[in-house]
């Protein structure tokens, strides 16, 4: 007996079932790759003969068109030049649904060039920080500390008279260790207790022991629990006067501001582990999503010590993108396109020109805090070996199942870990 059958004879009717269907848009392709000039088809499905509104927009900048069709119905597209098509699809009473596709991804460059003083300035950054001395401290947390691996809490000077903090997790063991470097998502930044459960993810993926570094971005020590650095970053913002420490100091005429002084304190954090006597110093690699996928840029960039960089959805790419109505600035931010002069010294675009290692990058192609049309520039302009791993119907955080244990893979198999 069918489906429709069975739900008949238990007294649900096939108009109710048509009813009963859920909001969805699909293309007609499943790598969402076309050439430009090519027509790709959206398919919307949903509650019978219901008036869906559909949007079609340059990766939710631009629009393109506004249309209502009635569902079932197919809504056919086709883009001119490089770049991300997104359709997006509303029906009162359901969540929105979206579907998006790439024209010519390889393509796909940064807007605004390279400021000429780029590396200059950087430069100057990294001498400034060599200039003061780095009276780097280790405390070894003892209540946290296990037989088979002690955690320390790590601090050093940086630049704009701050310090810079970080925790570090070391395995017991005789044998030199590959280190795993790793800067947490917009937000509170990580705390002791995310670091455990950070600690705790390295470890189930990773059959051999390494040493597992996180690195702040706040100019703050963080707090032992996820709830008081919770509380300890809104008091942080307060002070600041501003709702995202991203724009503290942003507009100002001075360009060392933004994550200028955490992206610095993130290099000499790197640098100093690297120095100990238990760390592996040709075995170094990098994770991070997000804004954590950016500072692995950032960091690969400047520092000589990362091997490798998974760098997951990052974020900062192509900051001028907007301009073209490409797609939107970084999470909504508005802030970020009044000073988008001063946003390309730390367009992650800008970073990846000058890596030569391997990176693994991930885009989201429904992703709408780092849009993909924000993530091509970034990949395209890495000029090492590099892999990309496209999340065709997936957004920010969420990915297919595969994609966890690749990322792993990849990262125990450039640390040169048996796997």
Known sequence: MSIKKTLACAGIGIASLAAMEELSVVNDRPSHIYRVGETVIFRITGPAESMANVELSCDGEAVLQTLQVKTPA?????????????????????????????????????????????????????????????????????????????????????VNSSRHYGFLRLPKTSAKLPLLVYVEGAGPGQNLETFQMHC?????????????????????????????????????????????????????????????????????????VVKLPAIDASRVAYLGA????????????LSPHLKAAFCGVPCFGDVGGFLLGRHPTQSSITELREHWSQMRYFDTVNFAR????????????????????????????????????????????DAPIEYEALTWYWVARHLQLEL
Not at 114 to 136: C, N, R
Not at 290 to 295: E, L, R, W, Y
């Open 354 to 397: 000058r890596i030569n290692v391997p990176v693994f990058i991930s885009i989201g192609f429904i992703d709408t805090s780092c849009p993909p049309a924000s993530v091509f520039p970034i990949y395209n302009a890495l000029n090492g070996p590099k892999l990309l791993f496209n999340k065709v119907i997936n957004g920010h955080g």
């Open 290 to 301: 997000s804004q954590g996928g950016a500072f692995g840029l950032y960091l690969t960039a």
């Open 200 to 272: 705790d993810n390295i470890r189930k993926f990773m059959r051999h022991p390494v040493a597992a570094l996180t690195i702040g971005v706040h100019a703050y020590k963080p707090a032992d629990s996820a709830a008081d650095h919770k509380a300890q970053h809104a008091e942080y913002l307060r002070n600041l006067g501003v709702r995202s420490y991203w724009l503290e100091g942003l507009g100002k005429d001075n360009r060392e501001t933004f994550l200028y002084r955490a992206i610095l304190g993130g290099v000499r954090m790197t640098d100093e």
């Open 74 to 158: 197919e809504v056919p597209f086709a883009l001119s030049s490089p770049g991300v098509l997104r359709c997006t699809v509303r029906v009162p009473g359901q969540k929105r649904k979206m579907c998006a596709v790439a024209f010519d991804p390889e393509q796909i460059q940064a807007v605004l060039p390279e400021p000429d003083d780029f590396s200059a300035f950087w430069q100057q950054g990294l001498t400034d920080l060599a200039s003061i001395p780095a009276d780097f401290k280790m405390t070894l947390r003892e209540d946290v500390s296990t037989p088979e691996a002690e955690i320390y809490e790590l601090e050093c000077a940086n």
